[in-house]
């Protein structure tokens, strides 16, 4: 794998992000169209399209919601336990998921001291990681 950086850190999955959204977002258009546009003996059938389109999106969008709120939770875990071996301490209880999700890519050496930083001058999530001179990749993230 490439060395992964602030730049190139986004993961994104081509049969997910690009192919299947674009594909239900299509759908949703196309069954809205023809819910538009259907003759009236048609409009049961559009409009079960139609809210079949609403249902996939919906699904599409919880499916991608519950995995990210599950991976959230285990670098949140990975990252105290992380903490607590360095320190002998939890997480401060000031730190946002989203800087927890940032400090994951500093090396130990810089870790505490990105911790202390973003605590105390409230970091975002970009400020953390742009702070971190030697990336520490993660590629189990998408």
Known sequence: MKE???KNHV???T???RVT???ILLFLVASVNYLIKSTPENKY????LFLLSLVIVLMAWYLRIFA?????RAIRAEENLRHFVLTGKLFPSQLR????????????AEFLGLVEKAVKEN???KDIKLAIQNWKADFDRV
């Open 4 to 6: 992964q950086n602030f």
């Open 11 to 13: 993961q994104l999955v």
């Open 15 to 17: 049969g997910y992000h």
């Open 21 to 23: 959204l674009v594909g």
């Open 45 to 48: 059938l559009a409009s079960m």
């Open 68 to 72: 990210l709120k599950a991976q959230d």
């Open 97 to 108: 998921m989203g800087q927890i999700i940032a400090l994951r890519f500093a090396p130990d």
């Open 123 to 125: 970091l975002s999530n």
